[in-house]
């Protein structure tokens, strides 16, 4: 559906130079392959280059290295033809504020060479799916970010794409809306391949059957989101009834990487633990070993508990630059 | 051409839908009343007792020079800043389509507002015998001006996200080629030429190249955004 070989996109205005004053690439080298009926998630810190690579499959931009083929096609010679059968919602979703809803459907449909009956179930397909009905009539520019978001789904999905390219779809959103636009999204999987941004990390497991990691230009991680999470680390969390300095000192000594949790280390009476993380991937016996380590020292340790990765750590670990989702071993 | 005549709808659609765009278009509609009737000058028609159109034809080329960038600020200003161009380039357009649609979108607006003006050649002509060759040269001359600006100040508003930058760089432009020292590449003379009813096939010819030169650069601009 999607194949991308070794793709790389400079700079465009050429104002970012690397500081021995080389051009840098805003897509580095990036090769993937999306299957018919994939929901991919598109993942990066901003300036990543998701929105340049989307671009570049999109057709919207060349890229200067590379190739990729949409459909079997290139973006770029078969333009047309793939705009075709491509839905593309872009970052901020623009939309003409001087139509109405109905006015700005009819306006994708006719583009994508609709007309007549099939126009009008086109139409009728997008209210019902993308819930728009009270609103036809409303102008675009009276409309909440919610339904302004909806909207411009609904003129990217108006022609049954094939492919669907969604940039950052449910930000801003509340959360009922994030869940609305989310249970659409996660309906058109099977049928259609659907590459989408977003910053939202907890939504990816439930959402999408594959994610992609994009940082600094270059795909540091491609895979299912269980293998994603699979690289998170378990974090320790453990209380210790000792000043923070001697117990952070001991436990660089034993080789670990510590952070204290609270920012007024003062030790009352009721709680006279003060809470630290210590990184790496623990088990519950390597957490026993550490506390009755630090029980050596004649220090009272209170709780010590196990804390399940996140996507969000790990996420931050991949694009931290080392390329691992953990600090170090536990 | 079903996607020229989609764009250009959506063209006109805004255009008529800005309070803004109406109400300069209502100014330029009086114009003429303004230049025949209410003009201190020797070409009012009341104090020269002459009758014919010939003070709003020889104003016309400064009026269209300020009237046209006004009615084509929009078009691609406003398609850059929203975003709304990256879009629109997402569906299956090339951009000829886009170039010819926005251009026959506005050029069909400033025909209905030169067909505005029409009633007063016949009022003037209730006033006296008006010779009607001048007449019909100097709306056909205004025509082919018109289509020739609007060229101009789209290819001019193509490059910026500013409606304002858009506006000022066409108004130079149009200054520049109306005001050209080479007779052969100026805008205004061939237009007095022909408003006088001296229509030469070499004139037409001229001002379709313009726009169509215009045109072409402008379809060069808008296939470079997509690089």
Partial sequence: MIELSHVSKRFLNGSRLTENGRESYAVKDVSFRLEKGEIAAFLGPNGAGKTTTK???TGYLAPDQGEIRVMGMCPRRDGRAVRRRLGYLPEHNPLYDDLTVFETLRFAARVQGLSGPGLKSAIRRMVDLCDLGPHLKRSVAVLSKGFRQRVGL????????????????????????????QQVIKNLGGHRTVLLSTHILHQVPDMCSRVLVLCEGSLVFDDRPQALLARGCTVARIGVAQEPDAVLGRLESLGHRATCLTQDPERSGANPFVPFTVEGNWTEETLADLAESLREHGWRVGECVLTPPTIESIFAGLTAGDGTACASSG | MRLVWLIARKEMSHLLNSAVFCLLGLVFVLMPAILLFWNPGP?????SGHTSLQAFFQQLPILLMVFVPALSMRAYAEENRSGNLERLLSFPLSAGHLVLGKFFGCFAI??????ATAPFPFLVSQMGDLDWGPVLGGYLGALLLAGSCLAVALFCGAFTKRQPTAFITSVIA????MLWRIPALNLHDRFQSVARGLIDIRDLFFYLAVMLFFLFLNQGVVAHKRH
């Fill in chain 1, 55 to 57: 671009r570049l499959i």
């Fill in chain 1, 154 to 181: 609904a003129v990217a999905m108006i022609h049954d794409p094939d492919l669907l390219i969604l940039d950052e779809p449910t930000t801003g959103l509340d959360p009922n809306q994030i869940h609305y636009i």
């Fill in chain 2, 43 to 47: 070409t009012n028609l009341f104090l």
């Fill in chain 2, 110 to 115: 400033l025909v209905g507002c030169l067909a």
């Fill in chain 2, 174 to 177: 149009l200054a520049v080629v």
